[in-house]
């Protein structure tokens, strides 16, 4: 479950490399109305083994793990990992994955407002003794995504920050892989992933 606090949540500074920034909303008649869906859009955050399902575009494949990187078809917990399958090679200490380690889950309260967030940063394979970060990312790097209300609005948002490429693997082949992927996602490709995300958080013709 979110850890539960009246604090206002941060996402991390932006200190080097790349960042990113994407949101959709729906809007409400009525708060009550906002209230029942923010409590949907929570879910289908947490529940990140269907992210695939609610992509209007699945670019990418996500299969959440426990810490031993087995898969688990729950809500996300801390400490649970995320395995993804993006287009193309994947990585060899990965097992042709990329993995992010879910570091953090918070839901933040005031007056009339609500933010659930969930914090992600790449990670080894948690399934290997390989302990090289198994993501075309640096373990600086981190994604948080939330689902806000604000009033009659739910929105659900990602924000990517110190996107470095990994390139300093023992894999000669991940650091080439690592490079190529991490500056097309540099120049704006993986926004079509996380856009698709967002706006299918907060679908309001499924629910």
Request: hydrophobic fraction near 35%.
């Amino acid at each position: 479950m979110p850890k539960i606090s009246i604090m206002k949540h941060q996402v991390p500074e932006q200190h080097t490399g790349s960042q990113i920034d994407t949101t959709a909303q729906a809007e409400f008649a009525t708060a009550d109305e906002a209230i029942a869906f923010y409590t949907i859009a929570k879910s289908r955050l947490l529940n990140a083994y269907k992210w695939a399902e609610i992509c209007k575009v699945p670019l990418s494949v996500f299969a959440l793990t426990d810490s031993q990187g087995i898969t688990v078809e729950r809500p996300a917990e801390e400490g649970d990992y995320l395995k993804i399958d993006i287009p193309g090679p994947g990585t060899h200490s990965g097992d042709g994955f990329d993995w992010v380690r879910i570091e953090k889950i918070t839901e933040d309260l005031a007056d009339g407002a609500a933010t659930t967030s969930m914090q992600v940063r790449p990670a080894a394979n948690p399934a290997s003794a390989d302990t090289s970060t198994a993501h075309f990312y640096t373990a600086m790097a981190t994604s948080t995504f939330q689902v806000k209300r604000i009033g009659t609005v739910v929105s659900a948002e990602e924000h990517g920050r110190n996107e470095v490429p990994n390139t300093d693997t023992s894999h000669l082949a991940d650091n080439i892989r690592n490079t190529l992927v991490g500056w097309s996602a540099k120049i704006g490709l993986s926004y079509p992933q996380w856009k698709s995300l967002v706006k299918g958080i907060v679908e309001t013709e499924n629910q």
